[in-house]
C-alpha cells in the first residue's frame, strides 16, 4: 500500500517534512503543494541555512504549517505526528556545508546523528501505534548524500548503491553515520524506511556559500570568485526539482528498507561550472566595462581533505521506479542564473552579518 493513500486529516493526505525552509526542502514542499492537494507539516530550527523567506510564497496557503523547532526535540516532533497524523516522514534536515564541518563539527555530530536519532525514536513510537491500514502505508524517508561514499578516481566507476561507505569530512561522516541509523531502524524494528543518496543540487533558494550561488553573487558585486585549489575537483550535478521528482518518486513507489541513488548524470569539473556560470552572466548581466565576468576567477589554497570526484550511478531509480532527471545540465544552469538575477531581494535578505563574516572567515585567509 502506498504511504501517499492515508488521508486521516480532513480528508487530506498529510505528510512531515524536516528541515523544510533549507534549500532542498523547501523546493520539495513548494514542488510538493503544487502537485497535492494535502497538508505539509514543515519542521525547521531556522539556523543559519534556514529561511522562511524560501517559503514566502505559501504565507496564506492553509496547506502549510509551519513549525519552528529541532528534529532533536524529541517531545515536539512526538506531539506533531500525534497531532497531525502524517503518513510519512521526509527527512532533509540536516547541516550540510563541508567547510562549516571543518571549522565546526560538532554542529553536525548533533544535528545529523543524535538529531536523525531522536527522529527516528519519535517516528518508530507513532509508527508503532497505528492501526492499520495506516501502518502500512506509513514511510519515513531519509534524505542523504553522495558524500558518504568518499572519493573516486578519475576512471573509477560512479557510486552505485552498494559501493562502501569511506565518508573523508566531518560532514560525510555524520550522514554516513544517519544512514546507517536509518537502516539499522528498518532491519532492528521493522520500521518502513527509504533512503536517497543524492548528488550535488542547484538551482532556486541555494544559500549563497555554496560553489554555484557563490559566484553569482560575488560576480555581480565585483568580488573575486574564489575556485579551490586547480578547480579540477568533479562533482555530478543535479537540479534540484529533479531531485524532488524523484524523491517524491520513491515515496510513492520505493521498495522498503532500499536504497536509491539520485544523480543528475552531469560530471563537471568546478572550473568549468564556475566558466559556465560567467558565460551566462556575460550574455544576461554583461559587465559595464565590457569584460567577462571570467576575469574575476581567483585560485585560493584547498579545503583539507577534498575529495576529488564524486559520481552517481542512477540506473537503480530509473529501472526500477522510472525516473530519470528532466533537466540536462545546460537548461538547469540557465534557470538557475535567471533565477539569482530575478531575485536579487531574496539574495540581499540571505546576506545576513553571520553570513558575510562566515565566507569572511572561510576565504580570507585562503588568498
Known amino acids: 500500500m502506498s504511504a501517499l493513500r492515508n488521508t486521516d486529516y480532513r480528508g487530506k493526505v498529510m505528510i512531515l517534512v524536516t528541515g523544510s525552509a533549507g534549500f532542498i526542502g523547501a523546493n520539495f514542499v513548494l514542488d510538493w503543494l503544487a502537485q497535492h492537494d494535502g497538508i505539509v507539516i514543515g519542521l ?5 541555512a534556514g529561511n522562511l523567506e524560501n517559503l514566502v510564497s505559501l504565507k496564506d496557503d492553509p496547506r502549510h504549517i509551519f513549525v519552528r523547532g529541532d528534529i532533536g526535540d524529541a517531545g515536539l516532533v512526538g506531539k506533531l505526528l500525534a497531532q497531525y497524523h502524517p503518513c510519512a516522514v521526509i527527512n532533509f534536515a540536516a547541516e550540510s556545508h563541508v567547510d562549516r564541518s571543518i571549522h565546526g563539527p560538532e554542529d553536525f555530530i548533533q544535528t545529523n546523528i543524535v538529531g536523525t536519532f531522536h527522529l527516528l525514536e519519535a517516528a518508530r513510537a507513532y509508527w508503532s501505534g497505528l492501526a492499520e491500514p495506516e501502518k502500512t502505508g506509513f514511510r519515513f524517508l531519509h534524505v542523504s548524500t553522495d558524500e558518504v561514499y568518499g572519493s573516486l578516481a ?7 548503491e552498494t559501493h562502501r561507505y569511506e565518508p573523508n569530512s566531518p560532514y560525510s561522516a555524520s550522514k554516513a553515520a544517519s544512514d546507517h541509523l536509518v537502516r539499522a531502524y528498518h532491519h532492528t524494528y521493522g520500521l518502513p524506511v527509504l533512503t536517497t543518496n543524492c548528488s550535488n543540487n542547484y538551482g532556486p533558494y541555494h544559500f549563497p556559500e555554496k560553489l554555484i550561488p557563490l559566484m553569482i553573487v560575488n560576480a555581480l558585486a565585483g568580488k573575486p570568485l574564489p575556485v579551490y585549489g586547480d578547480g579540477q575537483q568533479i562533482r555530478d550535478w543535479l537540479y534540484v526539482k529533479d531531485h524532488c521528482a524523484a524523491i517524491r518518486c ?16 552531469n560530471e563537471k569539473a568546478n572550473l568549468d561550472i564556475v566558466h559556465t ?16 565576468y571570467s576575469e574575476q576567477i581567483t585560485f585560493v589554497t584547498d579545503r583539507p581533505g577534498h575529495d576529488r570526484r564524486y559520481a552517481i ?13 528532466a533537466e540536462t545540465f545546460e537548461t538547469g544552469i540557465r534557470k538557475t542564473v535567471r533565477w539569482y538575477l530575478d531575485n536579487q531581494n531574496w539574495v540581499s535578505n540571505v546576506q545576513s552579518g553571520a553570513y558575510r563574516q562566515w565566507v569572511e572567515k572561510n576565504y580570507a585567509e585562503r588568498g
Open 44 to 48: 525547521d530550527k531556522l539556523t543559519y
Open 154 to 160: 578519475k576512471d573509477e566507476p560512479a557510486f552505485g
Open 250 to 265: 520513491v515515496l510513492e513507489k520505493g521498495r522498503l528498507g532500499e536504497t536509491y541513488n539520485i544523480g543528475g548524470w
Open 277 to 292: 556560470v560567467c558565460a551566462l552572466l556575460d550574455e544576461l548581466r554583461p559587465r559595464s566595462d565590457g569584460k567577462s
Open 313 to 325: 550511478d542512477a540506473r537503480k531509480i530509473e529501472n526500477e521506479l522510472g525516473w530519470k532527471p
